[in-house]
C-alpha cells in the first residue's frame, strides 16, 4: 500500500516522462503493494556505467548520470538483442534497487545484458510520483487512445528490419529528406521499441512536420503489448490530422523479437495503407529471411536496405539472387526514394489527386519506374 506523501527535488528527468510534463519537484510516495509498466518513479544513482551513462531529457538533451543523482524515469521492460533485459518488480518499496535500462529513463530489474556493455547502472529507489490525492502517476495517464479503426490516411512507408541497428532510421530520415526536398508535407511515426525521443526528433530534424512513438500511448516500451494494431492505428490517425501527403513509419527492433513487431503485419487495415515497405538487413541471409518469412504472411517487400547494401556488391546480389530491388540510404538516398515512389504513385488516390506529381518529377521517378 502507498504511504505517506513526501515531496522532493530530482536532479534529471528522463525523457520516457515526458508525456506528462512533470517538473523537478514532485510528490511521492514510498512504496506500492504493485506496480504496472508506466509508474513514474523517483530513483537515486548508485553507480556509474563506462559503456551506458547519460540520460536523455525530455528536451533531448544528454546528461551524464553521475553516483548520487536523483532520477525520474518509469518502469518498464526490454528485450534489446544487443542492449539489456530488464522486467517490471511486481512491488516496489523505498530502498529496493532496481537498473537504468535504456536512456530514455526506462527503469527495472535487469537480468542480463550485451556482451559489448558493462553492467546497467544500478539505482535505489526513493519512491513512486504521485498526485495529491497519492495515487501513482502512470504515462498512460496521457495517453492516445487506442483505435481499432484506422480511417482515411496518407500512404504510409513501412520501413522494418532484422533486428535493432539494421539501419532502419538511417532510411526513415532519408526518406523523410528526400520527399521534404521533393516538396511533400511529411509525417513519422516509430511504433514499436523502447521509450526514447532520440529517434522521432531525428525524424523532425530531418524534416517530418509532427512525429508520434508508442511512447504518446502510454507504452515504455511494446514488450509487453499483445497487439500493436490499435496503438499504431491510433498513432497514425494523430499523424494524419496534420494532413500529411506521406507517412513513413519505422517499426523498431525486429520482425521476430520481444517487440510484438510481427502483429503489425497481421493486421490486415495496416496492411492495406502501406503502400511501400522497406526492410532492412546487415547481410544476406537477413535479407533473404526477412523477404520469405513476410511473403509466407502474404507480404512482399518492395526495396532492401540497411547495411547488407553498404557495398554496391550487397545491392547486385540482392537484386540478381533475390529479385527485389536494393539501395543503400546513405550512398543513394535520392535512388531509394525513388524506388518507394514508384510504389507509392499507384496507391494515389482523386482526393490526393496533384500531390504525386512534383515528387516524382523532382526525384526523376516515375509512377511506371
Not at 490516411?153 to 513501412?158: C, D, L, Q, S, Y
Request: hydrophobic letters at 45%; charged letters at 20%.
Amino acid at each position: 500500500m502507498n504511504t505517506a506523501i513526501n515531496v522532493i527535488d530530482v536532479d534529471k528527468i528522463g525523457s520516457a516522462t515526458s508525456p506528462l510534463g512533470l517538473t523537478k519537484t514532485i510528490a511521492l510516495v514510498s512504496g506500492s503493494g504493485s506496480t504496472s509498466a508506466g509508474d513514474v518513479v523517483v530513483v537515486r544513482a548508485l553507480t556509474d556505467s563506462a559503456t551506458y551513462n547519460m540520460l536523455e531529457l525530455p528536451t533531448g538533451r544528454l546528461a551524464k548520470i553521475n553516483p548520487g543523482d536523483l532520477l525520474l524515469g518509469v518502469l518498464g521492460r526490454r528485450r534489446a538483442l544487443k542492449g539489456f533485459v530488464g522486467d517490471v518488480p511486481p512491488s516496489l518499496q523505498s530502498g529496493d534497487q532496481l537498473h537504468l535500462l535504456n536512456m530514455g529513463g526506462v527503469i527495472g530489474l535487469c537480468t542480463g545484458h550485451h556482451s559489448s556493455l558493462s553492467d546497467a547502472i544500478k539505482l535505489e529507489v526513493i519512491g513512486l510520483a504521485c498526485d495529491e490525492a497519492g495515487r501513482v502517476l502512470n504515462i498512460a495517464d496521457a495517453a492516445l487512445p487506442p483505435r481499432t479503426t484506422l480511417g482515411d490516411t496518407a500512404p504510409i512507408v513501412m520501413i522494418a528490419g532484422t533486428s535493432m541497428n539494421s539501419g532502419k532510421t538511417y532510411a526513415a530520415t532519408e526518406l523523410i529528406k528526400q520527399a521534404t526536398r521533393a516538396g511533400l508535407r511529411v509525417a513519422a511515426a516509430k511504433l514499436s521499441g523502447v521509450a526514447c525521443l532520440r529517434d522521432t526528433l531525428n525524424m523532425a530534424d530531418h524534416g517530418a512536420v509532427t512525429t508520434a512513438s508508442f511512447l504518446d500511448c502510454g507504452l515504455p516500451s511494446t514488450v509487453d503489448v499483445a497487439d500493436l494494431a490499435p496503438s499504431s492505428k491510433a498513432i497514425i490517425a494523430r499523424l494524419n490530422e496534420s494532413h500529411p501527403d506521406l507517412i513513413v513509419i519505422e517499426l523498431g527492433d525486429g520482425i521476430l523479437g520481444g517487440y510484438s513487431v510481427d502483429t503489425v503485419f497481421a493486421d490486415a487495415e495496416l496492411l492495406e495503407a502501406t503502400a511501400a515497405l522497406v526492410f532492412c538487413a546487415s547481410d544476406y541471409v537477413g535479407a533473404w529471411g526477412g523477404i520469405e518469412l513476410l511473403r509466407r504472411r502474404g507480404v512482399e517487400v518492395d526495396v532492401i536496405s540497411g547495411s547488407v547494401t553498404d557495398s554496391k556488391m550487397g545491392e547486385d546480389y540482392i537484386q540478381s539472387q533475390f529479385n527485389v530491388p536494393a539501395a543503400n540510404a546513405r550512398r543513394e538516398g535520392n535512388a531509394l526514394f525513388d524506388l518507394v515512389m514508384a510504389k507509392v504513385a499507384p496507391r494515389q488516390t482523386t482526393s490526393q489527386e496533384g500531390w504525386i506529381a512534383p515528387a516524382l518529377v523532382t526525384a526523376g521517378a516515375s509512377p511506371s519506374s
